[in-house]
Nanobody
Framework: EVQLVESGGGLVQPGGSLRLSCSAS????????ATWVRQSPEKGTEWLST????????FVAASVRGRFTISVDSAKTTLYLQMNDLKPEDTAVYYC????????????????WGQGTPVNVSS
């Protein structure tokens, strides 16, 4: 079965850290852009970061740059998002997605989309 499964979300205090994981099954991220996106009622869908495995390049949204780091394991089957200095406004459901092309905030355009993991930043 082809799917993406996220894990690692939860409740964290402001200033804390979390590491999200996304495991690909039935395919790998090789040759694709592996992406993290989040959704919240306040902000809607927000693109966060993409790792282009075919050129080992990364792009990060300005809103999280310097706090969030994207990476992929050597097998190109697991995507990570290291989140530091978390703020209440980072509260959202975090999704991983994949596609050959940049798809930004447009969920329906991605070839692959996970089920999401919730992150709640609160004291």
């Amino acid at each position: 079965e082809v799917q993406l499964v996220e894990s690692g979300g939860g409740l964290v205090q402001p200033g804390g850290s979390l590491r999200l994981s996304c495991s690909a099954s039935g395919f790998s991220f090789d040759g694709l852009g592996a992406t993290w996106v989040r959704q919240s009622p306040e902000k809607g869908t927000e693109w966060l970061s993409t790792f282009y495995t075919y050129e080992n390049s990364t792009f990060v949204a300005a809103s999280v740059r310097g706090r969030f780091t994207i990476s992929v394991d050597s097998a190109k089957t697991t995507l990570y998002l290291q989140m530091n200095d978390l703020k209440p406004e980072d509260t959202a459901v975090y999704y991983c997605a994949a596609d050959e092309y940049y798809r930004g905030d447009y969920q329906n355009l991605y070839d692959y989309w996970g089920q999401g993991t919730p992150v709640n930043v609160s004291s």
